[in-house]
């Protein structure tokens, strides 16, 4: 009946078909005459505008009056999240960049990174490291930076301005060397004037040593 009512024959639909958000695909509109832009999680649906069911979304009338639009939900209440336009069920893993690798969990998600952040410190065949952007490549990568451009860097430094942008990096600082008394705590960081890796020390006192005991008299 409800076909009867809403549908049309022949039909008539506009020449030039509607131009989709992102993770809208298009679909056949609940007629099966024109191609409409399918509905997403959590927006309205009804008859004629159907839900994206290549991500497993139905029409939910169960929290609308009657007679109104149902809104876009999964079937049988599974939980999804959405990231960047699309819908991912509960526990799929995708990747929203060659960076991260994510995962779907009670309708939010947590991603890992795929780059490993390791640092390399300056040794005698590379004595200026520098980690940069390989075009092609996902993931930056160390480059042993040749010591005539680490020179006319220097001789630039009195200026403020880089040849390149300089990210910030640096480890945590570590534990104090010693339990009591002045030790030394380290970290590898690149916030210097020169934007290069260097290991870096300040002094640490967690608490004063105890006095010795007095020594007995002779």
Aim: aromatic share 8%; glycine share 8%; net charge neutral.
């Amino acid at each position: 009946q409800v076909c009867a009512q809403l549908c049309r024959r022949p039909c008539y639909c506009p020449w030039v078909p509607p131009r989709c958000p992102r993770g809208s695909p298009l679909v056949l509109d609940g007629c099966g005459c024109c191609k409409i832009c399918a509905r997403r999680l959590g927006e309205p649906c009804d008859f004629l505008h159907v839900c994206d069911q290549s991500q497993g979304l139905v029409c939910d009338y169960s929290t609308a009056p009657a007679g109104t639009r149902g809104t876009c939900n999964f079937e049988d209440d599974e939980e999804g999240c959405e990231v960047n336009g699309r819908v991912y069920r509960d526990g799929e893993v995708f990747q929203p960049s060659c960076k991260l690798q994510c995962r779907c969990l009670d309708g939010g998600f947590t991603c890992i990174p795929l780059c490993q952040e390791d640092v390399r410190l300056p040794t005698p065949d590379c004595p200026y490291p520098r980690r940069v952007e390989i075009p092609g490549k996902c993931c930056p990568e160390w480059i042993c930076e040749a010591q005539e451009q680490h020179l006319l860097r220097d001789a630039r430094a009195v200026s403020p301005v880089l040849p390149y942008p300089c990210q910030e990096w640096g480890t945590e600082w570590s534990a104090c060397s010693a339990t009591c008394g002045v030790g030394f705590a380290t970290r590898v960081s690149n916030q210097n004037r020169y934007c290069r890796l260097e290991s870096q020390r300040r002094l640490c006192m967690l608490s004063p040593c105890p006095a010795l005991p007095a020594a007995f008299p002779a």
